[in-house]
């Protein structure tokens, strides 16, 4: 088991090396700079920009920034964000929660769902119900985030004004409320994200399940539970589920990073201040340590979510033995 961690472990630290490494080169060969970006006034000549791009070792040659930028990580120092005007790392300590509780709710009632409707379908294959479900869980997994969270937008922020169409929190009410009228104001506005991204992961995770339940089904401890006495519903829920749930589990650990990543697109359209908007703000600003510091992040959670993921298999599982 030791070994295997630690061989996991070096795997995960060269894909966030060497992820890391090539975002900071692509990002610093793109045109333009953050001090063009950040400086783009009449009054600011190009001298003055010059003089802050040395004072920032801008001006330096991409391998001398990498390696002064790996050198400071190592020290806990992400860098200084050009767009925000404050270290990346404050930067982070505000967004990333933000994004932690839009994912996190998200995930788990896309999963929950899923798991159900799988379930669901995969008890009486080929029914109606089965075919119906199919039908809506296709549509549902083709359409684009972007698109399904402006129509999501446009039908429950504007043609029926029932939930607020963007922001974390009401920017004029929210300090005057009760501690309760907060907490309801934040639920009001997480309510359009996180259905964004439930509809749009669930439909996945049920066709997931479904096809993992149905490859179980025809097995010989199936059979042998039905000749027992046992229904058809409480041979699918006592055996054949636990045994279908483990692909799903593999699937929870690789969707984390994949929320990650898919709420940029939800955030930017729903103004949610997380890390998808931040991130997608510094790559139009070319803020080079924060974009950097940002891919990092992400490496760093797919590399812990797949080991997290392989080990659930494990514990579910005493068939596996991790050695």
Known sequence: MRRYLAARLLQALGVVIFVTTFAFVM??????????AALARPNITDAMRQEWRTAYGLDRPVGEQYVRWVAN???GNLGFSFSHRRPVRDVFADALPNTL???????VLSFAIG???GVVQAERPGSGRDRWL???LLVLYSVPD???ALVILMVFAYRLPLFPPGGMTDAVMYEYLSPGGKLLDRARHLVLPVMTLAILTAAGVARFQRGALLAVLPSDWMRTALAKGLSWRAAVARHAFRNALLPVITLFGLAVPAFATGAIFVEKVFSWPGMGLVVVNAIAARDYPLVTAGVMLLSVLVAACALLADLAVAAADPRIRLG
């Open 27 to 36: 990002i610093h060969l793109a045109p333009g700079d953050p001090i063009a």
């Open 73 to 75: 990580t190592a020290r």
């Open 101 to 107: 509780l839009l994912s996190g709710l998200g995930l």
């Open 115 to 117: 798991i159900v409707v």
């Open 134 to 136: 199919g039908r809506v």
């Open 146 to 148: 972007f698109w399904l």
